[in-house]
């Protein structure tokens, strides 16, 4: 079943969230996996951290979170799906735990937003410096 924080958990894999889920979420220590569309559409949602320890984040994981600003992303994560800020309209900014270099090899071949996702232009805070992003694309 769902916590009372609104996720639901497989043993260390996040499957689902309902939409109890709101406002700055955590997910819990020990998750390695963020499941495809598990926060899809979560609308009250406006921070996303992951622990360290995630290695893989799910297709669409955080699509359509209109209200989500912040999304923390530890060094651990080895593995985008696409898709996963498709929509995020409120983005500001993703903090991640890895350095620029090691930012722009995750996202080489991956699409973050879809090609008719709405624009979003958001930063990305790595441990040695920041990359501005527009939609799927570091800009300088």
């Known amino acids: 079943g769902y916590g009372s924080d609104g996720i639901r958990y497989h043993g260390n ?3 689902d969230t309902d939409n109890t889920v709101k406002g700055d ?12 569309w598990s926060f ?9 951290t992951l622990p360290e320890g995630v290695k893989y984040i799910g297709t669409r994981a955080f699509s359509d ?7 923390v992303l530890p060094k651990s994560v080895e593995e985008l799906a696409d898709y996963i800020i498709d929509d995020c309209t409120s983005l500001e900014k ?12 995750l996202i080489e071949n991956v699409q973050l937003c879809g090609s008719m996702s709405r624009y979003i232009e958001y930063d990305v805070e790595c441990s040695n410096g920041t990359v501005h992003m527009k939609k799927d694309t570091p800009v300088q």
Not at 25 to 36: C, Q, S, Y
Not at 40 to 48: D, E, G, V
């Open 25 to 36: 979420t955590a997910v819990k220590e020990g998750t390695v996996r963020i499941g495809d």
């Open 13 to 15: 894999i996040l499957i």
């Open 94 to 105: 993703i903090i991640y735990g890895g350095t620029v270099e090691e930012w722009l090899a």
């Open 65 to 71: 979170c209109t209200a989500l600003t912040t999304l």
């Open 40 to 48: 899809a559409s979560r609308t009250a949602i406006t921070a996303i």
